[in-house]
């Protein structure tokens, strides 16, 4: 495939969002796929930048993944966090101990003065990634939960909290002053642009964070390219993370259809699973194409069809 003839740009979170990247990153070429990972999850934690969602998708299109969890890395070891443990340091948060090498590495070069998509292509580089892989932005975008107790820093939330708390709001500090990464923003303007794919990642604090840099929902809107949402939303569940719960939570119905509204402004098709495709005459009255198929992915071969699925997709829009 010559670069001429089109060019993906994926936008994703963390497992679910990395497992069709991955599916994205095999049946297309290197120059023809620009993924770009939420970084509103990223904070500073025991003295080290931590970008979950970017680890993920680099240690997934890496093939280190944990193959169990989807996120960390393989055949980790904790000797890292035992020792911490025993001094008594914050342990909610694990750190193994060939992931600690990645933070370490990045916290390093953040320090001095290195941007953080730069950072990102090097070290995706050296696990052996040829597509491009960039964080949303160089700059410092932090999702906060609103909860009836008080906000909440979202890994506290997330990982600390375990979801427990219930999601009143949300806020994306820092976003609107915040723009896209040199990757991000070079493919949104990509001469051969022919589709934006939206991962089946949580759309409020996955998606959410990158639609809300500066410019980057505008874009959308604009676009004369096919945008395409893959539903996280499996049979009234998330197949991954708290979104049903947060949707219940914000008294939305836990459905695909309520998806697409949230992307609304600017979705031209949705892939949703098979098993909901009573839904799909209702879902047309908010997105003008609609995709029935298979969104599990389970295996490499369910990533890569999934993929060959949205893309074929895009085509007939």
């Given amino acids: 495939m010559t670069e001429d ?18 599916g994205l990153s095999h049946v297309l070429d290197p120059g023809d796929l620009t993924i770009v990972a939420n970084t509103g999850d990223d904070f500073e934690h025991l003295g080290f930048h931590i970008s979950p969602d970017v680890d993920t998708v680099m240690y997934t299109l ?13 055949g980790e070891t904790w000797s890292f966090m035992e020792s911490l443990r025993a001094f008594g340091g914050e342990d909610w948060f694990l750190l193994g101990d060939k992931d600690l090498a990645t933070h370490v590495e990045r916290s ?7 941007p953080l998509s730069e950072i990102t292509t090097t070290l995706c580089q050296k696990v052996g990634i040829d597509h491009i892989v960039t ?34 709001g ?40 990158i639609l809300s840099l500066d410019g980057v929902r505008g874009a959308l809107n604009k676009t004369d390219v096919p945008v395409i949402a893959v539903s996280p939303i499996v049979g009234g569940q998330a197949i991954k993370g708290p979104a049903a719960k947060m949707m219940a ?9 309520s998806v697409a509204q949230h992307y609304a402004s600017f979705l031209d098709g949705i892939v949703i699973h098979t098993d909901d495709a009573a839904e799909e005459q209702s879902l047309r009255t908010v997105c003008p194409h609609v995709l029935v198929t298979n969104t599990i992915m389970k295996t490499l071969d ?9 893309l074929a997709f895009a085509e007939t829009i």
Avoid at 108 to 114: D, I, K, N, S
Avoid at 171 to 184: D, E
Avoid at 250 to 255: A, H, Q
Wanted: aromatic share 6%; charged share 20%; proline share 8%.
């Fill in 108 to 114: 390093r070069r953040l320090h001095a003065g290195v």
């Fill in 302 to 310: 369910d990533k890569k069809r999934l993929a060959d699925d949205v």
């Fill in 249 to 257: 939570e914000l008294g939305l119905e836990v459905t695909s259809r």
């Fill in 5 to 22: 003839r089109r060019h993906i740009l994926a936008l994703c979170g963390g497992v679910g969002g990395a497992k069709l990247a991955l």
């Fill in 170 to 209: 949300f806020q994306i500090q820092g976003a609107p002053t915040a723009s896209p990464s040199a990757p991000f923003q070079k493919a949104l303007g990509h001469a051969a642009l022919s589709a934006i794919i939206l991962c089946p990642s949580n759309p409020f604090v996955s998606i959410d964070p």
């Fill in 62 to 74: 890496g093939g280190l993944a944990n193959p169990a969890t989807g996120w960390g890395r393989d």
């Fill in 135 to 168: 964080p949303m932005t160089d700059d410092t975008v932090r999702t906060i939960i609103d909860t009836p107790h008080g906000p909440l820093a979202f890994q506290h939330y997330f990982v600390r909290d375990k979801c427990e708390p219930v999601v009143t």
